[in-house]
């Protein structure tokens, strides 16, 4: 009788599922010594290598954050390219700890897959890139005309929705990524190439003299682009939840790049924590207490790291638009950290 109690007890423990294990947090990222962030690297839109092998864009930005916040060091991540559609299985099989990337996600995604949105780090419109003799008057101009763009959803439900609303009709030409519907629009197979500002305003750079293409005002959509974990490690998404909402909350309060050294936060208890002069809350989270001033001396805060990664100092000079805090009139709002 003992022993088949024992091993019907043993079996309940076998039973039991492997999500019920504690979330390792940041165990596996200190036993490896950096963080890796995932991201396409088929595009400088997001991240590109210098001649003397450094790392610039916006996606190396915060990963350097990430490591600085970790381990105290800059340095301490590798970027990892990550092909269309695979950054769940990547986080399923810690080929990377997070996605940046053109990271989104959907009600399905989040039920069913591995990867769950952490932290809100941009607003990417999705709009239109067009080739024509003179400039447009309206979309009216082209009516039936080929489109270009890939099945990701959810451009793909928001685009046709989008012609709905406006009674617009245009053939579709449907492509597995972007490489291919680019290629297609290059070729003059379309008129309309549709895709996310961020990618179309540097592919429209890569053609400065060709004043045939242009990106249109029109806004299909608007989505929030994320910081993705794998969701077997909920710990991890809070740690990057309160990275990204230090520097938020650091524009919110006027720390920047040339003053985060040499403040201390006075009598705000939010700022204390933020800047470390009350370390528990950052030591709760396993990180660097210091980690802030050290970062925002190097990258400055959310609405510096924007404008040269993103906005008016970088190459795509892109509007903060719904990036912007909402103070400013956008949607980005931090939380108190206390």
Known sequence: MILKQLLFAGALLLAMPAAAAPAEGLRFIKSDGVIRCGTDLTTNTYSKKTEDG??????????SIFATAIFGNPNN??????????AD??????KIDVMLGNSYSTASAELTGNALPAATIYHDRLVFLAKASEKPSSMEDFQNQNVCMTTRSPDMENFEQYMRDYGLKFQILKFANFASAKASFLLNRCQLLVGQETILADLKNQYPH???IMLLPEEIDVQPV???VAKQNPNLQAIIKWIVNALIL??????????????????????????????????KLDLQPDWVKKAIKLYGNYGEIFEKNL?????????RGRSRLIKDGGMLKSQSFL
């Not at 450094?54 to 990963?63: A, M, N, Q, R, S």
């Not at 299985?89 to 810690?94: E, F, G, N, P, V």
């Open 54 to 63: 450094h790392w610039e864009g916006i996606d190396p930005t915060l990963c």
């Open 77 to 86: 991540f590798e970027m990892v390219n990550v092909p269309a559609g695979q």
């Open 89 to 94: 299985s990547y986080l399923a099989t810690q």
């Open 210 to 212: 060709r004043n045939d």
């Open 226 to 228: 994320y910081v993705l």
């Open 250 to 283: 650091a524009e919110e309060a006027d720390i920047n790049s040339k003053n985060a050294a040499i403040l201390t936060g006075d009598n705000n208890l939010s700022l204390r924590n933020l800047l470390g002069s009350n370390p528990d809350i950052w030591k």
């Open 311 to 319: 906005g008016s100092s970088s190459e795509l000079k892109l509007q």
